[in-house]
């Protein structure tokens, strides 16, 4: 079984930066595609970034050029560096992973394992 845990978020103002952290346990097969999504309230959830199986990367286009998807060696912790914060990034931050093969693909299909979520407010 995966578990999944994010860490990070917290308050900050526009322009600010931000490192989210999600801690990944359980068999490596398993979540060989990981990614952050992100859901405001009265929105739709979006994904924000996803790091595929072949370490391919693929960014929402809200987001391109301000964050950045990364693992460390090992794949047991993903990373969402966030620069340059506006206030429409506020929302819960969730990472998701899977034995995926859909490559950068931003949806949510594939992604078996969700965290609990951290929540990120920008303000203005």
């Known amino acids: 079984q995966v578990q999944l845990v994010e860490s990070g978020g917290g308050s900050v103002q526009a322009g600010g930066s931000l490192r989210l952290s999600c801690a990944a346990s359980?068999?490596?097969?398993?979540?060989?595609?990981m990614a952050w999504f992100r859901q405001a309230p009265g929105n739709e959830g979006e994904g924000v970034a996803v790091?595929?199986?072949?370490?391919?990367?693929g960014y929402a286009d809200s987001v391109k050029g301000r964050f950045t998807i990364s693992q460390d060696n090992a794949k047991n912790t993903l990373y969402l560096q966030m620069h340059s914060l506006r206030p429409e990034d506020s929302a819960m931050y969730c990472c998701?992973?899977?034995?995926?093969?859909?490559?950068?693909?931003?949806?949510?299909?594939?992604?078996?394992?969700w965290g609990q979520g951290t929540q990120v407010n920008v303000s203005s």
């Open positions: 998701a992973a899977g034995p995926r093969a859909y490559g950068v693909d931003l949806s949510r299909r594939g992604f078996r394992y």
């Open positions: 790091v595929a199986s072949d370490g391919a990367t």
């Open positions: 359980g068999p490596t097969y398993l979540r060989d595609s």
